[in-house]
């Protein structure tokens, strides 16, 4: 028997829509996996009842299907699914990990994040890295069809949860289809720029580096209470926010430690103001 933590994780960061990824140090799934002649699959915790059970439909089932590594495989949900923290990705990652270790695979990490991948197209219809490539290798991540990049990051951030839920189905649709160029122009800037503040640890450069104007403000209509949590945050002394993953889930990048208490309370004040209930993670990359 094997047992491996793996974080949530928020993508994007705005200006890196299916590319960006962050492991943040809260919160976590617990993986737990034994040799078995089949996959069987057990979920408890956090939305544990929404989570499927069969394994051709759980992310982790789809991973031991992959790396072909059946397994009894026991998943401690930390992160809530449906929330834009790469719940369905902690769990695939978490398995792709555990499965080779208890079969003594000797995958690579690239090797690893591809096979977790292949989970999310289950959950997304999309099999993108963002999140299940952070959450394998830790850090920032960029995750492109040529490979991972990956950088050791460290910033303190704010995870805000409201209430509502938003399936990552529905969020890749309301995606615009084209580009104008002047948003291309923004965006190649800001992503130059959160890569840039991501390898100093500079949470100025990051802040503004978030920002872009094609698949965000889409999505905020999908949130009720984000331009309010948003202000609220940026008045309380964020450098920068987002909507994390798909949503609902808000990113709010902070300068200080210290500053996470007071950008978290504002945050959940500003999705109450606009009606939402809401709760908020102090975390870090
Ligand atoms: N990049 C993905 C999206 C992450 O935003 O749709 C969601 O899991």
Known sequence: MLTVRAPATSANLGSGFDVFGLALSAPADVVRVEKAPETT???TGAGSQYIPTDPAKNTAGVVAQELDAPARIHIDKGV???????????????AAV?????????????????AAAEGEAVVSGAAHADNVAPAIVGGFTIARADGITSVDASLPLVVCLPDIVVSTRDARE??????????????????????????????SLVGRGLQESVVTPARAELVRGYDEAKQAALDAGATGVTISGAGPGVLAVCRRPDDRRRVAAAMVSGFDEAGVDARAYQTAV
Do not use: K
Not at 80 to 94: F, K, M, V
């Open 98 to 114: 555990a499965l080779n270790a208890l079969y003594d695979r000797g995958h690579s990490d690239e090797e690893l994040v591809r």
């Open 41 to 43: 699959i057990e979920v």
């Open 80 to 94: 809530r699914p449906a929330s834009g923290l790469g719940s369905s990705a902690a769990s695939a990652a978490g």
């Open 174 to 203: 309301v995606v615009p289809e084209t580009v104008a160029m002047d948003d291309v122009v923004e965006t190649v800037g800001s992503a130059a720029t959160l890569a840039v503040g991501m390898s100093r640890d500079d949470p």
